[in-house]
């Protein structure tokens, strides 16, 4: 009988290899604790003590380099490095906007086929909660680019594929209800009314929000990659009910 190694997360491994660690991030995980009074009871994505600063995991497996991040309430493709060199080259792709990251969105009303949407969001934090606003008559800071996949007429819900340009956070959820759409089962910036219908009618009981691939070069190799993170059972089982696929 031999001991098994220890692991670095309890979340799916999409991909791993020397140098990059890429998971599927449930909904209700946190992507890193945000304070020192984390709460043990709230699981992040990876294992072990997590520096603010170094955005680092330290556990019984090793370090994990956090490259970026996603809301508790977003599901799907979360990028960390297993070595310091492997973080700085990962977190410059990002920086230069060198990462192809595309969402699956529901949201309410009907939307033209496709469009980009441009904005200047400010994030506050006040008593630790994190808010996003849209600004106007500000330079944009904000860019997403979206195709309409699927409308259900009846429930008014139209499904988005969404390539975010840029990564601001709450990003897509403040663009979105900014513009009269927001995403379904989002209990700050949503419809409350009609997340309570949702919840009642398809048992939706979370954000409609799955980070679904992540597109870049590698850091060692240099070969464009995609990954891609398969929508978890609660989702999938929405989007039948409404008979829509990405």
Known sequence: MTDEAPAITTCPILHRDRFIVLVNKPAGVLSHPNSSRFDPKNRAAFEGKYDLDQKCFDGPA???????????????????????????????????????????????????????????????????????????????????????????????????????????????????????????????????????????????KRLCLHARQLEFKHPASGNRVRYEAPLPEDLAAVLAALQMTL
């Open 62 to 204: 090793g370090k994990v380099w956090l490259i970026h991040r996603l809301d508790q309430d977003t599901s799907g493709v979360l990028l960390a490095a297993l070595d310091e060199g492997t973080a700085e080259k990962c977190r410059a792709l990002f920086e230069e906007d060198a990462v192809k990251k595309h969402y699956m969105a529901l949201v309410r009303g009907s939307l033209p086929a496709k469009d980009t949407w441009l904005d200047h969001l400010a994030t506050t934090r006040v008593a630790g909660r994190v808010r996003t606003t849209s600004l106007k008559g500000r330079p944009t800071n904000a860019e997403l680019r979206y195709v309409v996949k699927g409308h259900h007429a009846a429930q008014r819900l139209t499904l988005m594929d969404i390539e975010l340009v840029t990564g601001r956070t709450h990003q897509i959820r403040v663009q979105a209800a900014s513009r009269q759409h927001p995403l379904a089962g989002d209990d700050v910036y949503g419809d409350f009314e009609m997340n309570r219908r949702l919840r009642q009618q398809l048992g939706i």
